[in-house]
């Protein structure tokens, strides 16, 4: 399916973007920068609800998340939704078409987002010639096969506050790798879309947080959540 109409198409260069160094190899030279930039010299923005992909698209691409979020979903038979991921900026979305051809899932925009696309056929081509380029699309991989492995035992072993505490903590890790705070959280996601990815029903996530909140670990406004006692929220999943 070709992109959305709604998309546009904007100029910018690998080489002036801040987040640089969390979607490329650090050791780049000069030379081999000019070559990434001119197999992606572009970005294309999205509004709230776009989707980048949908589900059985042929793959072509992967994404780098320059600005905004996005969550990855499947859609059950009946129609419900079951969240699979959410990502950031500085990101790399896309990974799960990579043995199959084609997407296994879907990606929506949560609010005004930017990607500069990546053909995945010139990225492997240029790869080859490039060591580092090619090690850090290893190191990609991996990161989000040990994410998925992670998913897994939130689902397989943790009781539910257990789920939300390692959630949060996950999103201030992440936070923390593009430079910003570790303890301020703005969620562009839902209690319902949290609830689908963690396994855990919507009133079962709205006692979590309240109970977060009385017990002085978190402080909630709508969309804003401040991380108040973080050596107890590592302690609730067992983390030093």
């Known amino acids: 399916m070709p992109p959305p109409t709604s998309s546009k198409q904007l100029k910018i260069a690998c ?21 990434l ?14 989707y980048l992909y949908r589900t059985g698209d042929h793959f072509k691409s992967l994404y780098a998340i320059h600005s905004g979020s996005f969550k990855t979903r499947v859609l059950h038979e009946d129609g419900r939704e079951q969240v699979t991921g959410f990502l950031m900026a500085g990101e790399i979305i896309g990974l799960d078409a990579i043995s199959t051809d084609s997407h296994t899932c879907e990606a929506l925009a949560m609010e005004a987002s930017e990607v500069c696309e990546l053909p995945f056929a ?32 939130l689902l397989g072993s943790m009781r ?31 209690r319902l879309e949290i ?20 017990d002085g670990l978190i402080n909630v406004k709508i969309k804003t959540v401040e991380l108040i006692d973080l050596p107890r929220l590592r302690a609730l999943v067992g983390k030093s």
């Open 15 to 35: 080489s002036n973007c801040n987040l640089r160094e969390l979607c490329l190899p650090v050791d780049l030279s000069a030379d081999e920068m000019g070559r």
């Open 37 to 50: 930039e001119a197999l992606s010299n572009s970005k294309r923005s999205f509004a709230a609800q776009d």
């Open 122 to 153: 010139k990225l492997e081509e240029l790869s080859r010639d490039i060591p580092s380029l090619q090690r850090h699309l290893h190191k990609i991989m991996s990161r989000e096969i040990v994410r998925d492995q992670g998913i897994m035992l």
């Open 160 to 190: 539910a506050e257990e789920r939300l505490a390692a959630f949060l903590l996950n999103l201030s890790q992440r936070n923390t790798a593009r430079g910003f705070s570790a303890t301020q959280l703005q969620l562009r996601m839902s």
């Open 195 to 214: 609830g689908s990815y963690l396994g855990l029903k919507l009133e079962t996530v709205s006692r979590a947080f309240s109970h977060f909140q009385e």
